[in-house]
C-alpha cells in the first residue's frame, strides 16, 4: 500500500509502470530474502484458513515469524520507494 500511496498515479492519464516496477522489486527482494511470497510456504505449510492451522500458528508461535517477514517487507518497501524518487 506505501508503494502505491507513494508511487502510484494520481490521475488516469499517468502511467502506472513507475509503481507496478517498485512493487515488482518489492516482490523480487521479498522472494529472495525469504524464498517465496506464499504465506503457507513462509510458515511450513500451516494453514490459516482451518481451525488446526490456527491452532498449530499459536501453538508454535509462528506470529514471531510473521512479525520478521511483515518488518522486512516494511524495511524494502521504504528503501524501493526512496529510491524510486517517491
Do not use: H, N, W
Request: aromatic residues 6%; charged residues 25%; glycine residues 10%.
Amino acid at each position: 500500500m506505501g508503494v502505491s500511496l507513494s508511487l502510484g498515479r494520481s490521475t488516469p492519464s499517468e502511467s502506472v509502470q513507475p509503481c507496478y516496477a517498485a512493487t515488482q522489486r518489492l516482490i523480487e527482494e521479498f522472494e529472495q530474502e525469504f524464498g517465496s511470497r506464499d504465506c503457507a510456504v513462509l510458515l511450513d505449510g500451516c494453514d490459516l484458513s482451518t481451525p488446526d492451522g490456527q491452532a498449530r500458528f499459536k501453538e508454535q508461535k509462528l506470529g514471531q515469524r510473521c512479525l520478521k517477514f511483515t518488518g522486512m517487507a516494511a524495511e524494502i518497501a521504504a528503501r524501493v520507494i526512496s529510491e524510486s524518487g517517491g
